[in-house]
């Protein structure tokens, strides 16, 4: 079994950052997309990031372009999340996805959560 560890999440005022951090194992490391998914109470999963292995290529949803970074380390085989400008809105349990990189960006960032593997979840809260 996959296993992929979240941590990073937390409180904060918006306007503020926070970053979020992924290890995964080597193999799922370098040879999956991985990416970030987000979901709220009541609300649908969304796709927040994807980094395709090799190219380190990048795809994020509307609502965070411009604010937040995905990034990749390859030494440490961990993926971060920089979230900056914070909004009430971003409010959800973030979780960290490994999923096939054989398909496009747009259809990965919707197979996070549901194909591949993904982490318990780290909750972070933006209070207004």
């Known amino acids: 079994q996959v296993q992929l560890v979240e941590s990073g999440g937390g409180s904060v005022q918006a306007g503020g950052s926070l970053r979020l951090s992924c290890a995964a194992p080597?193999?799922?490391?370098?040879?999956?997309?991985m990416g970030w998914y987000r979901q709220a109470p009541g609300k649908s999963r969304e796709g927040v990031a994807v980094?395709?292995?090799?190219?380190?290529?990048?795809f994020y949803a509307d609502s965070v372009k411009g604010r937040f970074t995905i990034s990749r380390d390859n030494a440490a085989k961990t993926v971060y999340l920089q979230m900056n400008s914070l909004r009430p809105e971003d409010t959800a349990m973030y979780y960290c996805a490994a999923t096939s990189a054989d398909v496009g960006a747009l259809t990965a960032m919707g197979a996070l959560g549901v194909r591949g593997y993904w982490g318990q979840g780290t909750q972070v809260i933006v209070s207004s």
């Open positions: 980094s395709y292995p090799g190219s380190g290529s990048t």
């Open positions: 080597e193999d799922t490391y370098n040879r999956f997309v």
